[in-house]
Every structure is written in C-alpha cells, then in structure tokens.
C-alpha cells in the first residue's frame, strides 16, 4: 500500500491518502480545502487516480475539500451514512468494508466527538479520526457530542484492536505523528491507564474549551460535503483560500 501522512497546518489537520499499487487507485481520509492543490500534486507525483474522499465526521474547525477535489478529479464523496448528507455518493455503514483495489478499509462506529463519527481500520492501523487522538480524545461539548459514548467507543472498539495496531489521529497540536493501541491504552492521560468513566466524565466537564473559531461555518459548509459560505468574513477567508504554501512542500 502507498501511504502519505499530510497536514494543513491552520487546522493542525491530519489528511491520509492511501493508494493500491495494484490498481493506482487511491483515497484521501478527511481532506482539508485549503490544501486541494497540494493533494492532487501528491496523487500525481506518485500516479494515482482519486477514487474515493472520505470523512471521519463532520468537522468543526475546517471545511472539506471532499466537493472540489470531485469537480477535479471525478473522485465520489464518502460520508458516514448517519449523517445523511445528500451530498454524499456513498454512505459508509458500520463494519461494511469500502475496498479500492486491493485497500480494504473497515468502518469502525466510534460516536462521542460526533454522533456519527467512524474511525477506519486497514491493515495494521486506525484512523481515529477525533475519537483517539494522542494522549488525548476529541473535545464532546458540542455537536450532539458524548463523552460517556466517546469512553465506551475507545474503550469498546478502539482499544479492543491489537497493541501493536498504528493510530494514525485526525489532528495533532504538537507535531506528533503517530501512536499505537497499546501506548494509548497504557499511557492516554484522559482515556487510558485504567480511568474510569466517572473520570472520563469528571475530566471532560472540566475542559472548559472555548468554541472553534470556525464552527459557524465549517458545519454548515461540510453538510454540503465542503463549500465555502458567501458570507465568510474577511478574517476568516484563510479558512477557505487556496494554500499557497506548506510544511509538506
């Protein structure tokens, strides 16, 4: 399998493209808009063909580059089929596999961040999406979010994949890249370590995180599968502009 890691670094977004050499079909896990251009450039460096976008959940902190890279590439858009978006051209389900040549990912429930949110198994790794992120878990005060569910989601599904299963998270605020089942189950400070879910609970009221800056309209925009709002002011057009440049070149 070809695999990138990328990140969009206002977001601190982690996107993954995953490519069957086989076939020279490839994906991209949660693309971020303003980094369109740098995706495709990476696909044809490496002779690939986008044949599917997919995304963990609905994002709150960026908009999805899921519309334009299908208007460029003729790429369909995956969504978790819970959220219902008519946008969507496939609507992954819970445990039914979604293959592209020989990559065969394994949807994995994981709600809590969001109601819908899925985490994708391949191989001998996970991504978590923002249910498990490194010594951490997505935030679950907003969005329909859950924190008993996120507990039961890392706890029941998550940490139940082998020690030596690569968590590869959506985000990442500290230049980590990468993790493992086991580390996370030892080491989480929020989630692993034996805490309990009255813990859990107790640590989470306690974050008091202020609102992303962004939600307003990333939300709106990503239930369209990612256009930018008309009404997006000045300050926030950074959100949504092309990427003019990159830590990943």
Request: net charge negative; charged share 25%; hydrophobic share 35%.
């Amino acid at each position: 399998m070809i695999f990138r890691q990328l990140i969009e670094p206002l977001s601190s977004t982690y996107t993954y493209l995953l490519g069957c050499e086989e076939t020279k079909q490839a994906v991209l896990i949660d693309p971020v808009l303003p980094a369109w251009e740098r995706d495709l450039g990476v696909l044809r460096g490496l002779g690939l063909a986008l044949a599917y976008t997919i995304e963990t959940h609905i994002h709150a902190d960026h908009i999805t580059a899921a519309q334009r890279l299908k208007r460029e590439t003729g790429s369909r858009i995956a969504v978790p089929a819970l959220e219902g978006l008519g946008c969507a051209d496939v609507h992954i389900e819970d445990r039914r596999p979604l293959t592209v040549g020989a990559i065969v990912l394994e949807p994995q429930h994981t709600p809590g961040h969001t109601p819908a949110h899925m985490a994708y198994v391949v191989n001998d790794r996970v991504f978590s999406g923002d249910a498990l992120l490194i010594d951490g878990c997505g935030r679950t005060d907003f969005q329909g979010g859950s924190a008993r569910a996120l507990y039961e989601s890392v706890h029941e599904r998550l940490f139940t994949l082998p020690d030596d299963f690569l968590v590869y998270p959506g985000h990442d605020y500290q230049d980590r890249r990468v993790s493992s089942i086991a580390q996370e189950r030892r080491r989480n400070p929020r989630l692993g370590g034996g805490r309990t879910l009255e813990e859990f609970l107790a640590i989470m009221r306690e974050l008091r995180l202020p609102p992303p800056k962004f939600i307003d309209y990333a939300v709106p925009g990503n239930t369209v599968c990612g256009e930018c709002p008309p009404e997006l002011p000045n300050a926030l057009q950074h959100y949504c502009d092309e990427m003019r440049a990159s830590r990943q070149g």
